[in-house]
């Protein structure tokens, strides 16, 4: 789609938007339950498209982490749309006696821009909170997986009227003439990079924005963390989708001297993928940026140890790789883990300083590793486990400094794309004559007494 026809898209949604075709509760509940409905009879096919992307990706992972998902996600929806809807009222005496009220109302049209790693998630999750909260929205999905992006495009045709929802098709060009437009609110996931890019474009519109970005979510194993027994989460966090998951653990941090013990462990782990349920690179620029980093990590001397399999880029750890190497610099997002060695627990608190990932996971005794992680900055986190804070349907999910701001998921995505609006109605017209001047003394001296 040209760079011209998404705009044509967008200005048929913005015509079709107004405060009295708002659809009502039972129209939402209606397109989202088809939707529902629509996925699950194209099954097969979503997998099937999401695969020949990633060449392969792993059909376990497609059925959980993208399709389970999502129809968790409008259960969820379903079952609590009411209760955000309504209105919320009550009788306040200040400043006036009278009632506050908070409608929840739709922004506009809401401009969806979704990644490719988990191309029906995180582009259909957004979509459906967008539809839920009463707006009319546009998906502009990644052109890095174009099956999975045409698989989208027909299941939205079939489910949504085109004024109500559209999938617009294309590269950053198109993607960049979408973001110069004025959205009721935009919401992107991907690199910090291309977010810095989309914060300013909508900027310049005043476009509300919601960036769920990426960073090197570390984990850290205390003193006294089992390999046996923690290494299993750390590894399932790390080669999900072969590493393409925003929040996995980008490097682990170990006692020195327990670097071999995890190492072991987490390659016995790592073997468990193969060959069934491991997950091929988006693409071939995806596995030589990840080559590349191995190769400068040997060259340094770094001790890489490489499950034996015939994939492109098989599940690895690296011991202690120099901290100037790419792999130390940049999230890795690939099948590879950093071990690193600390001396003191505190050691790993000085290094990570600073950060703000979009997770961070702590594993060893529960109390302790508590509090550790209340000490690290990160979007969410996980105590003794990873990843799996996002899967929490009635929890906020987002990031925090550079890995992005706003949240959703659950009711606090909901509120992410409404509009909150206060009205107030005094309990009686003649009570507004205190406000207006000219003012006697007795209301002098309580507005001295008000403002002590």
């Given at each position: ?51 020949e992307d990633f060449r392969p990706r792993a059909e376990s ?392």
């Open positions: 789609m040209s760079a011209e026809e998404a705009r044509r898209v967008h200005a048929r949604l913005t015509g079709a938007f107004s405060l009295d075709a708002v659809p009502d509760l039972a129209a939402r509940r209606a397109r989202l339950t088809a939707l529902g409905r629509a996925i699950g009879a194209r099954q097969d096919a979503l997998v099937r498209a999401v695969s992972e497609t059925l959980t982490a993208e399709l389970a998902f999502v129809q968790g996600a409008i259960r969820h929806t379903l079952r609590h749309l009411r209760r955000w809807t309504a209105p919320r009222r009550d009788w306040v005496l200040q400043p006036l006696p009278g009632r506050a009220e908070t409608w929840m109302e739709p922004k506009g049209v809401v401009g969806v821009f979704s990644p490719w790693n988990y191309p029906i998630q995180l582009a259909l999750v957004p979509l459906v909170t967008a539809v839920a909260a009463g707006n009319r929205a546009l998906l502009k999905p990644s052109e890095r997986a174009p099956h999975s992006s045409e698989a989208l495009a027909a299941l939205v045709a079939d489910v949504f009227p085109e004024d109500e929802a559209a999938v617009v098709l294309g590269g950053p060009k198109t993607a960049q003439a979408l973001t110069a437009l004025p959205f009721g609110h935009i919401f992107f996931t991907g690199s910090t990079a291309t977010g810095r890019l989309v914060a300013r474009a909508a900027a310049e519109t005043l476009s509300p924005v919601t960036l769920e970005l990426g960073g090197r979510s570390p984990a850290v194993a205390l003193p006294g963390a089992d390999p046996a027994e923690h290494a299993p989460a750390v590894a399932w966090g790390r080669w999900l989708n072969a590493g393409q998951t925003c929040v996995a653990p980008n490097h682990l941090w170990v006692p020195r001297g327990t670097e071999g013990a995890w190492a072991d462990a987490l390659m016995d782990s790592a073997r468990g993928f193969l060959p069934r349920d491991y997950t091929g690179m988006i693409d071939p620029r995806a596995g030589a940026r990840v080559r590349a980093m191995l190769d400068e990590a040997r060259a340094a001397g770094a001790e890489v140890r490489t499950v034996e399999a015939d994939v492109p880029v098989p599940p690895s750890v690296v011991l202690d790789p120099p901290r100037d190497g790419a792999l130390m610099r940049e999230e890795i997002f690939g099948p590879v883990l950093p071990i690193l060695p600390y001396d003191a627990p505190e050691d790993v608190l000085r290094a990570e300083a600073g950060g703000t990932p979009l997770a961070a996971y702590v594993f060893g005794e529960h109390g302790a590793a508590r509090r550790f992680l209340a000490r690290m900055r990160s979007g969410g986190g996980a105590v003794n486990a990873a990843v799996l804070h996002l899967a929490l349907h009635d929890r906020a999910f987002g990031g925090i400094g550079q890995s992005g701001h706003g949240a959703y998921h659950g009711e606090r995505g909901f509120r992410e794309f409404s509009h909150e609006r206060t009205v107030f109605t005094p309990l009686s017209t003649r009570a507004l004559r205190v406000l207006a001047p000219p003012y006697p003394d007795a209301a002098r001296r309580l507005f001295r007494r008000m403002g002590r």
